[in-house]
C-alpha cells in the first residue's frame, strides 16, 4: 500500500491524531505518493502512527469529505478517482472563482506580497526538483490572492486544488507545462505590479484554462495507452 511510504510516526498520545493523519495523507495523495484506486487499509494505516482505529476513521472520513477518498462496502477507503468531466469541472469552477478573488486583490495589494509572489515566482522559475513545482505554483498563486481578504473564497479554492493537485504534478513533469507556466506566472505578476486589475484577472483565467486544456490532453492520451495495454 503506497502509504506505507509515509513516514512512521508515533501519535498515539497525540490529542490530535486524527489531525495529523489526515494531514499526512492528504499531502500523500495531492503530491501523488498514492495513486487513484489505492486501497487505504485502517490497520495498516493505524499500525504506522501507533494509534487505534478511530482516529483513523475519522481522518479516513474527513479526507472523504473533501473528496480525496472514496469508501467502498466491500473495499473500504481507496483514493478517489476522476473522471475528465469532473476534473474540467473543478478547473471551470477555478476560472470563475481565483480571477475575481485577484482582481479583487490587485487594488489592495501590499508592497511585502508582491515581493513575495516575485521570489515564489522566481524560486518556481529556477527550481529543477519536480516535487517541488507544484508547492510553489500555489505559493505563487496565493501570494497574490492573499490581499483579497476572502478566506472562505480561498478554502473552497484549496480544496479544488487538492483534488487536481497529483494530476497537475504528473502533468507539470511529463510534458512543457512548466515553460508555460513560467512564462504566464510572469505576465500575471507583471500585471500586478502595475495595478491592472482587469489584466491580471484575465490572465489568471486563461492561464487557469489553458492548465486545464494541456492537462485534459495528457489525461486522455495517458489513460487511453492504459486502456489498450494487455490485461
Known sequence: MAVLKLKAVDIGRTASAADLIQAA??????????????????????GLFNVSRIPVREALARLEAQGLVTSHRY???VVTSLSLDEIAETFEFRALIE???????????SPSSLEEAR?????FDTEINPERWAP?????????????????HLQVVSAALDKVGR????????????DQARAEHAAIL????????????ELTRRHILDASHSLLAFLERERARERERPA
Do not use: S, W
Open 119 to 123: 521570489a515564489h515566482c522566481r524560486d
Open 167 to 178: 494530476y497537475l504534478r504528473a502533468q507539470l513533469i511529463l510534458t512543457d507545462g512548466m
Open 75 to 77: 473495499k473500504g477507503a
Open 25 to 46: 495523507l492528504r499531502e500523500a495523495i495531492v503530491h501523488g505518493e498514492m495513486r487513484d484506486g489505492d486501497v487505504l487499509r485502517q490497520d495498516q494505516i493505524a
Open 136 to 152: 510553489l505554483n500555489r505559493a505563487f498563486h496565493y501570494a497574490l490572492y492573499r490581499d483579497a481578504n476572502r478566506p472562505y
Open 99 to 109: 480571477p475575481e478573488v485577484l482582481r479583487i486583490a490587485v487594488g489592495q495589494m
Open 190 to 201: 507583471e500585471a500586478c505590479i502595475a495595478g491592472d486589475a482587469d489584466r491580471a484577472a
